[in-house]
């Protein structure tokens, strides 16, 4: 089977596996101060909180505002289940906003339309290694008032108009989970230039202290702990993402060139303001569904695109128009994602783009 995704894994994350070891610290020692400050290189950022996991990290971004029962919070219908879920868990309600034609992304104008005095944040989701409108976005965002909390966890790498994703609003997150770009096995990280938001964001996730140790807790907080392990594996990948973003690219470009004027069977777009990573290669088909199952019955995985929050079968008692969201229904029904992974051979990218011409023809 060539795989969809799979991470770049070898003897350089073992390397930094031993300097755990050695050093017998496993939580949030001296590899996530070298892991964060390696974070904050990358994207420019003020501060680089390394927290649990991704969905852990937009819940803090949301309780670092206070926000809780009786707020909204705007997201695009076309994301991962996490950044609504994470609303959920704070105790607000997640609105679902259509997406962009082009790349998929939150459509300000449709966003600005749902806000009301309880729209407490917009949370737009960078997806599939392309930015979000963020031009547009942050100037409604600041005619109303409104924080941004990015939910940038497909984003590592990726740049709009020549500024890291996830440093535009108030606060951002990264994602560092077994598929994408490059990964800790689980891990997230906010990101802020705001020094109060970073205060409340560590003491969430440090049970309410504002450093290790103390045992008096003048705040509400829980326990979403980095580990030196993830850390560690952390390292590694990010001296490895030059590579892999370069690869990642050379991926792309293949797929570009050998597919082009192939019919019903459409590249994505990408905004011309964004500079992406492109953690999956994504096309708009003809027959996705058809095409998906075709590819797997040669050995290749392909990937759907994330199912509309508005038609998720959880979401069915939430307060929403659910006759809204054509757009979104049409572009679940054709979009589909090809073998994008670094350690892709041309060999084998060349049988994926060979079975495509053959599915069509």
Avoid at 32 to 56: P, V
Avoid at 98 to 125: G, H, N, Q, S, Y
Wanted: aromatic share 10%; charged share 20%.
């Amino acid at each position: 089977m060539i795989l969809q995704i799979e991470p770049w894994i070898d003897e350089k994350e073992l390397e930094q596996l031993k300097r755990v070891v050695a050093s017998t610290f496993v939580v949030e020692h001296d590899l996530t101060a070298e892991f964060e400050q390696l974070t904050r290189d990358l994207t420019g950022a003020k501060h680089a909180i390394a927290i649990t996991n991704g969905t852990m990290a937009l819940f803090c971004c949301l309780k670092a505002l206070d926000i809780g029962p009786g707020d909204e919070i705007i997201v695009p219908n076309i994301t991962f289940i996490a950044t609504a879920n994470a609303v959920i868990m704070a105790g607000a309600t997640p609105i679902f906003c259509e997406i962009l034609p082009t790349t998929f992304c939150l459509d300000p104008a449709r966003a600005e339309a749902l806000i009301t005095p309880r729209t407490k944040a917009i949370m737009p989701v960078h997806l599939y290694g392309q930015s979000a409108d963020m031009t547009a976005i942050c100037s409604l965002a600041k005619a109303r008032n409104i924080p941004i909390i990015e939910d940038a966890a497909q984003g590592v790498g990726v740049k709009f108009e020549g500024r890291h994703v996830g440093t535009f609003g108030t606060m951002g997150i990264l994602s560092y989970y077994g598929n994408k770009t490059i990964t800790c096995g689980e891990g997230g990280i906010v990101l802020t230039d705001d020094d109060e938001i970073a205060r409340k964001v560590y003491r969430l996730k440090n049970h309410g202290r504002d450093a290790k140790g103390l045992f008096i807790h003048e705040h509400i907080g829980f326990n979403f702990s980095f580990t030196e392990m993830q850390a560690a594996i952390g390292i590694a990948q990010m001296h490895k993402l030059p590579a892999i973003m370069r690869q990642k690219q050379i991926i792309h470009d293949r797929y570009q060139q050998a597919l082009d004027g192939l019919g019903d069977f459409e590249p994505a777009y990408i905004d011309t303001r964004c500079t992406p990573v492109f953690w999956f290669t994504s096309y708009l088909a003809k027959d996705a569904d058809a095409l998906a199952a075709y590819m797997k019955e040669h050995g290749v995985q392909t990937r759907r695109f994330f199912y509309p929050l508005h038609q998720q079968p959880c979401y069915k008692n939430l307060p929403i128009r659910r006759d809204d969201f054509a757009l979104s229904e049409k572009i679940y029904a054709r979009g589909i994602s090809l073998p994008s992974a670094y350690n892709l051979t041309e060999s084998d990218q060349q049988k994926v783009i060979d079975l495509i011409q053959r599915f069509y023809r």
